[in-house]
């Protein structure tokens, strides 16, 4: 893994409801070319802080925040075009169908269209290229926003539960995926599901009550671990 720091976030805290923080005293450093599981209990604020880092929520203080070593906001669009988020659940551009959303996006990215037929192979999604967004199944649907965030290829891709609604050969090919994106930049990733985080992972956070209370590397990473981690939360 590069030292280099990519992203850092000081003290970010965010609320829908102003006494009732959901983050808090969020702090978070990403490096070059890594993977990081981000964990945590149902309600623990993943999918908040990812529409936090997409610029979707306006209730939310933060001391600092840096894209390689600069300064920067959510709605930068210099960031925007630095980062893509994958969310849990998402049914935005129902009227295009994949290759017109691809389009789209690439653009908006200031980006040639990639080549994207070995993601799509990969995913066994042939046969829903030209099919509207609002039409696909859930797993389809989420196969369209994961091959754009492969094919894009930002320096920081961002991703909210994206195993959920895959079938089993296309979460093997995910996690491939993964393993292999440190050639073109970082992946902060959010999962209730051990195997994903163990088998793709170079760091754990764990996030408890709105903030990040354990990190594992290494040999550290293993289900046990993580999984006794979360019951002491769950019971306290």
């Given at each position: 893994?590069?030292?280099?720091?990519?992203?850092?976030?000081?003290?970010?805290?965010?609320?829908?409801?102003?006494?009732?923080?959901?983050?808090?005293?969020?702090?978070?450093?990403?490096?070059?070319n890594e993977v990081v599981g981000l964990i945590g209990l149902n309600g623990a604020g993943k999918t908040t802080f990812m529409k936090t880092v997409a610029g979707l929520?306006?209730?939310?203080?933060?001391?600092?925040?840096?894209?390689?070593?600069?300064?920067?906001?959510?709605?930068?669009?210099?960031?925007?075009?630095?980062?893509?988020?994958?969310?849990?659940?998402?049914?935005?551009?129902?009227?295009?169908?994949?290759?017109?959303?691809?389009?789209?996006?690439?653009?908006?990215?200031?980006?040639?269209?990639?080549?994207?037929?070995?993601?799509?192979?990969?995913?066994?999604?042939?046969?829903?290229?030209?099919?509207?967004?609002?039409?696909?199944?859930?797993?389809?649907?989420?196969?369209?926003?994961?091959?754009?965030?492969?094919?894009?290829?930002?320096?920081?891709?961002?991703?909210?539960?994206?195993?959920?609604?895959?079938?089993?050969?296309?979460?093997?090919?995910?996690?491939?995926?993964?393993?292999?994106?440190?050639?073109?930049?970082?992946?902060?990733?959010?999962?209730?599901?051990?195997?994903?985080?163990?088998?793709?992972?170079?760091?754990?956070?764990?996030?408890?009550?709105?903030?990040?209370?354990?990190?594992?590397?290494?040999?550290?990473?293993?289900?046990?671990?993580?999984?006794?981690?979360?019951?002491?939360?769950?019971?306290?």
């Open positions: 893994m590069d030292s280099v720091e990519l992203f850092s976030l000081n003290n970010l805290s965010v609320w829908y409801a102003a006494d009732h923080p959901v983050l808090s005293d969020f702090s978070l450093d990403l490096g070059t929520l306006s209730g939310y203080h933060l001391d600092s925040a840096a894209w390689a070593g600069h300064s920067f906001s959510f709605r930068d669009k210099a960031f925007k075009r630095k980062r893509y988020i994958v969310f849990a659940e998402d049914r935005s551009f129902q009227y295009f169908t994949f290759r017109e959303y691809l389009a789209y996006t690439a653009s908006s990215y200031g980006v040639p269209l990639p080549e994207v037929s070995s993601l799509v192979t990969g995913f066994h999604f042939e046969d829903y290229t030209d099919v509207l967004l609002k039409e696909l199944s859930t797993g389809n649907l989420k196969k369209a926003y994961l091959i754009t965030a492969f094919a894009l290829r930002p320096p920081l891709l961002l991703l909210d539960e994206p195993v959920n609604g895959l079938d089993f050969q296309s979460t093997e090919f995910l996690y491939r995926l993964m393993s292999d994106y440190k050639e073109y930049g970082t992946i902060l990733f959010s999962s209730h599901i051990l195997e994903s985080i163990c088998l793709t992972s170079d760091r754990v956070l764990v996030l408890e009550h709105g903030r990040i209370g354990r990190s594992f590397t290494g040999k550290e990473i293993a289900a046990g671990n993580i999984r006794e981690v979360l019951a002491d939360y769950e019971n306290r």
